[in-house]
């Protein structure tokens, strides 16, 4: 249960990496996540089984991780087309996101080859790699664990460094103000396109996982995993509070993990409150709402 | 160096109405130069200013910066040339990023690069940079700019607008949203900075002593058009009480009044 709760907090967790970085760092209310997501699902999906499927036992080897990149890919390049969209046309951030996400319905469809979902023949090639990984030392789901803490930890070294750099840090004031980056000589339109790919492509990621996690790719996968992810983002900064990047990113990783928690009690428990699993779209709602009250209330104290 | 030639802009006002706020304005001003920029409201000082640095597009004309035509320019590319503040202190800084952070995106102008930005030798740098503003920033480098005050904030953007040596500066009442104290502090730094950079630089004021005293050059606008220009002796012999008359005069009506001019 617990190794459960944590697996799927993390995994979901770089999914609101990316929200974190349009929603907080770019300020660009992106709702392409709920395209970006199902697409890396299904890139990732359809390159792992091909790639297991192949003869060669180092291509075999190797399928999640290039999965993972697929899905890394396919996240960005549905970024791509929101900024392109929003930047070309003028579309107000929204607008272009719902475009897109309405858009790539389609086009994971295509990838999924015609079909809703795609079931991966190996049951679940992530926890097999993993269980590969770790060489047995630890029992399949901690090694399991132990892999997705390893990616995470990696991916929040990187985005950590990412934001000390040059390039991070006028992202990071293209969101506060444009016009400061404007006066930097800086192309803010540019700037702004590679930050909504990174921003979907992380979601694109973490759909590949959620597909090999869970031994399926299923084209409605993106549904309601904006509010899942906003959720996530503002659990994390009801929790801990700080202005440094560092710790703005590792609260995500808290945040999912509280996420996934509460939404496990009320799948296990909530029938004690006449809950079902109907209602924890209502509680995501909910959790959004109340998470913004505190902070509200929260800062009128200060 | 700074050269506006015959330019024109103009606003919609919404279905086929235009509103033309300068027409045809030329103005040329030479390398380490200081104009004083003064006139009433809605004299186009500050669209002026906003057609230099390409926030506003001309109509017609050129502009041309170092001698080149940056005419067809967008905003962040004649930035190269630009260093800018206005009058809002919160306009030229990222309030939810450190003094640091924004030093480090003001120090160099053009695309930026896969580097560490605030490597310890750049914040050794600018603690000393800081320290000469004389604000007591030194030691609030990785405090988020949104905590301080206004005349910090904008002792912050100057420096920031002259950091990575730009050749024109642009100020736009810049320490008119200032206490008196600040202002004196901001308006001294901005002599100090133009004098070190060897900067050509534009002030629009609406504090007639001070547009005096800052600058070898005053220039009056009034309704899109320059109907002063003094520099040299005969600006030396001016004091405010003349520019006031002046202002009379050239507007040449009985009703203006000196608050026209003054706010």
Not at chain 2, 43 to 68: E, H, Q, Y
Request: proline share 4%.
């Amino acid at each position: 249960m617990v190794e459960g709760i944590l697996v799927e907090g993390l995994i979901y967790s770089i999914l609101a990496l990316g929200v974190f970085v349009s929603f907080r760092v770019l300020d660009f209310p992106d709702l392409t996540v709920e395209g970006s997501f199902p697409a890396g699902a299904a890139a990732g999906a359809v390159v792992a089984q091909a790639a297991s499927l192949s003869p060669n036992a180092f291509v075999k080897a190797l399928a999640v991780p290039a999965g993972m990149l697929a899905g890394f890919i396919a996240g960005g390049a549905a970024g791509f087309v929101t900024a392109t969209v929003h930047h070309r046309l003028k579309v107000p951030p929204l607008l272009a996101g719902i475009v897109t996400m309405t858009g790539f319905y389609s086009i994971n469809l295509r990838i999924l080859g015609g079909k809703p979902n795609l079931p991966l023949i190996t049951n679940n090639p992530m926890l097999k790699l993993a269980r590969s990984f770790m060489g047995g030392i630890l029992p399949s789901e901690w090694s399991l664990l132990a892999s997705c803490i390893l990616i995470c930890f990696l991916l929040f070294g990187l985005l950590d460094l990412f934001f000390h750099t040059e390039i991070g840090i006028a992202m990071g004031a293209l969101g506060d103000n444009e016009n400061a980056v404007i006066q930097a000589g800086i192309q803010p339109n540019r700037l702004r396109t590679w930050g909504i790919m990174l921003a979907n492509a992380l979601p694109g990621l973490s759909g590949a996982m959620a597909a090999a996690y869970q031994g399926f790719a299923d084209v409605n996968l993106g549904q309601g995993v904006v509010a899942a992810g906003l959720a996530t983002v503002m659990l994390g900064e009801l929790v801990v509070h700080s202005q440094f990047i560092g710790l703005q990113l590792a609260r995500v990783f808290l945040g999912s993990i509280i996420f996934r928690a509460l939404m496990y009690a009320a799948r296990s428990w909530g029938y004690v409150a006449g809950i079902t699993p109907n209602d924890l779209r209502l509680l995501t709602a909910l959790l959004i709402i109340a998470s913004v009250a505190i902070s509200r209330y929260g800062r009128k104290q200060r | 160096m700074i050269r506006v030639h015959d330019i024109v802009v103009s606003f919609n006002l919404g279905v086929g109405q235009e509103h033309t706020v300068l027409e045809n304005l030329s103005l040329e001003v030479e390398r380490g130069q200081t104009v004083s920029i003064i006139g009433s409201n809605g004299a186009g000082k500050s669209t002026l200013l906003n057609a230099i640095a390409g926030t506003v597009p001309v109509r017609g004309g050129k502009i041309f910066l170092d001698d080149s035509d940056v005419t067809p320019l967008p905003e962040w590319e004649r930035a190269m040339y630009v260093g800018r503040v206005r009058q809002d202190p919160m306009a030229g800084t990222a309030g939810d990023m450190t003094v640091l952070d924004n030093l480090a995106l003001a120090s160099r102008k053009g695309p930026r690069r896969f580097r560490i930005a605030t490597p310890p030798k750049f914040a050794r740098e600018m603690a000393d940079r800081v320290a000469e503003l004389g604000m007591g920033l030194e030691d609030r480098l990785r405090e988020n700019v949104s905590r301080l005050s206004g005349g910090q904030r904008q002792a912050l953007t100057l420096l920031m607008a002259v950091l990575s040596r730009p050749s024109v500066l642009l100020l736009d009442e810049h320490t008119a949203a200032l206490d008196p104290a600040n202002a004196e502090i901001v308006g001294e730094l901005t002599r100090r900075f133009i004098a070190e950079f060897n900067l050509t630089a534009l002030i629009v004021t609406h504090d007639m002593k001070r547009a005096l005293d800052q600058a070898g050059r005053v220039v009056m606008m009034h309704e899109g058009e320059i109907i002063a220009d003094l520099s040299g002796a005969e600006k030396e012999k001016m004091d405010v009480a003349g520019l006031v008359r002046l202002f009379k005069k050239a507007r040449g009506s009985e009703y203006a009044e000196d608050r026209d001019l003054l706010t």
